[in-house]
């Protein structure tokens, strides 16, 4: 099945702990991007990548970090730094000949 | 800065009911223009969108949208909702030129009564 995999579905962060969230395609898709979702805000824009080994800060993205070293990946580090990183986060990935976004299942962050 | 605000946050409906979602964006260039669903436990989909041409666009389970240029706005519509329609809405604007980027509206959650 071709799609965007993230995981894990859930995840626990203690405090001063990194984690690491994981997102897969099997598309062939250059660009992706990451997305926060909170209750009443939408979802806006961490990081994005539009090649290979290239990556740009989005709206909100002080306490993350990314890496584009293969173009099927584009993990997301919520780090230490991250305040306040209890959300829904979600991966998406850009369609060739068009401007869609298609998007994983998205994780789900919690503080211990 | 870009922005897109969508003007209801809780729409309750009872099934037959018609819909109008509202969305305006704060960009004056040129954008591309989709609505998106999430229905609960699923992933976020898209429904319809609008690049160019028609400014009447219809997408999926008979959803559709028009573009008012003037207005900045991109109005979601149904003219007979569904319990199976309830789901939280998302509007977004791809400004031109911006890597792929979209904004996002707050969401809408949509709730039919059956």
């Known amino acids: ?112 | 800065a870009q922005s897109v605000s969508q003007h209801n946050h809780h729409v309750i409906l009872s099934e037959a009911a018609s819909l109008e979602l509202g969305c305006n964006y704060s960009y004056g260039g040129t954008v591309n223009l989709f609505w998106y669903v999430q229905y609960p436990g699923q992933h976020l989909q898209l429904l319809l969108k609008y690049f160019s041409g028609d400014p009447l666009v219809k997408g999926i389970k008979g959803f559709e949208a028009e573009f008012i240029k003037s207005k900045f706005s991109f109005n979601l519509r149904k003219p007979s909702v569904q319990w199976s329609d309830t789901a939280e809405y998302f509007c977004a604007v791809n400004p031109y030129n911006q890597g792929g980027k979209l904004i996002f509206g707050q969401g809408t959650e949509l709730s039919v009564k059956p």
């Open chain 1, 1 to 112: 099945d071709g799609g965007i995999t993230q995981s894990p579905k859930y995840l626990f962060r203690k405090e001063g702990q990194n984690v690491t969230l994981s997102c897969e395609q099997n598309l062939n898709h250059d660009a992706m991007y990451w997305y926060r979702q909170d209750p009443g805000q939408g979802l806006r824009l961490i990081y994005y990548s539009q090649i290979v080994n290239d990556f740009q800060k989005g709206d909100i993205a002080e306490g993350y970090s990314v890496s584009r070293e293969k173009k099927e990946s584009f993990p997301l580090t919520v780090t230490s730094a991250q305040k306040n990183p209890t959300a829904f986060y979600l991966c998406a990935s850009l369609g060739q000949g068009g401007n869609i976004q298609y998007f994983g299942a998205g994780t789900r962050l919690s503080v211990l």
